[in-house]
DNA sequence: AACCTAAGCAACCGCGCGCTG
DNA sequence: ACAGCGCGCGGTTGCTTAGGT
């Protein structure tokens, strides 16, 4: 059995809208909000269309703050990015871009983006591994569980930071910046029970994933993942990137989590460096 | 100028999920 | 616990426009 169609077909009127129609949904949305019914908006407003179709055209061209087109080379690098993390997760990807709906991600990705990286592929994904396993060379690791809670709209650029008690699917971390008024990042809180001083280069028991460079706040951050035998306890601890030889850490297994984590923190180009030898914790 | 093809983009479709009664 | 409903999402379609022959 088939599901009933969320509207009289023959009845409502399909295709590209007139600028009458634009003008009549934008001024019952802005004089009587959405009411939290698209279904019953159009007779509403007094619009021969299905609600859906008034939903998707508000969200994608009426709403204030649309930006069509023109997108950066910063935009290009957030997309490819979260791409590559997250996959064709469209709405959390356009999520990062204030302005930039979905729809108008996956058209640009279809129609510019994907050759683009394509064409780059070489470039994008030839990561030596130096050290271990734990290294990706392939470009699509597997998409997050849909359950795995994903951070919205949030502006991660050190200056107005505010992170807590996100599930990355490899553990649960939590962060704030106690100083909102500056534009370094003050403080982090990693809550996985070690002490970055401890970290140690030594023989491999730790591969760095990652390396984010915030010169421009005073600090850099390195993701690392721990061997699977490693053995981290609870708690917490407090890492400052006021030096630049701080560190955020966390006991992982190199999954895609890892990936949602670093672009969360607004972390644009990551770079996989792996020292010689690795860390390994002090006692 | 006319035709063809590719690219770009708006809109539609159908499914999954969450909420509610 | 279950069914129905509406919303949101990703995939796909089809129209329009630009560029080439």
Redo the contacts with the bound molecule.
């Keep these: 059995m ?5 509207c009289d ?1 023959a009845s ?6 007139c600028p009458e129609e634009d003008a009549a949904l934008k001024n019952y949305v802005e004089n009587h909000g ?8 159009p007779q509403r407003a007094g619009l021969k ?5 008034c ?3 508000w ?3 009426l709403r204030p703050g649309i930006k ?2 023109g997108f950066s080379e910063e935009e290009d690098n957030v997309i490819c990015s979260l791409f590559k993390t997250i ?9 990062h871009l204030p302005g930039r709906t ?3 991600v ?3 990705w ?3 983006l994907k ?1 683009k990286m394509q064409a780059g592929q070489a470039d994008v994904y030839s990561i030596t591994n130096r050290n271990d396993s734990l290294i990706r060379q392939t470009p699509s690791p597997p998409p997050l569980p ?2 795995m809670p994903l951070v ?1 709209s949030e502006n991660y650029g050190f200056g107005s930071f505010s992170m807590s008690s996100k599930n990355y699917g490899f553990g649960s971390f939590s962060m704030s910046n106690e100083n909102s008024s500056s534009s370094t990042l003050t403080s982090v809180d990693a809550g996985l029970g070690f002490d970055s001083s401890k970290l140690v280069p030594d023989s491999g028991s730790f591969t760095t994933l990652a390396h984010a460079d915030l010169s421009s706040c005073g600090g850099s951050a390195a993701a690392y993942a721990f061997s699977p035998s490693q053995d981290i306890s609870a708690g917490s601890s407090s890492l400052s990137t006021e030096n630049s030889n701080s560190y955020v850490s966390w006991p992982g297994n190199g999954g895609g989590g890892i990936d949602a984590f670093l672009m969360d923190l607004g972390l644009e180009s990551v770079d996989l460096l792996c020292p010689p030898g690795g860390y390994s914790l002090l006692d």
Excluded: E, F, M, Q
């Design positions: 088939g599901r009933a169609p969320c077909k409502v009127k399909r295709g590209p809208w959405t009411g939290g019914n698209w279904i019953a908006l269309r299905c609600g859906k179709s939903r998707l055209r969200l994608n061209y069509h087109g996959g064709s997760r469209w709405s959390v990807i356009a999520s979905d729809n108008d996956k058209n640009y279809n129609t510019k050759k849909r359950a919205k």
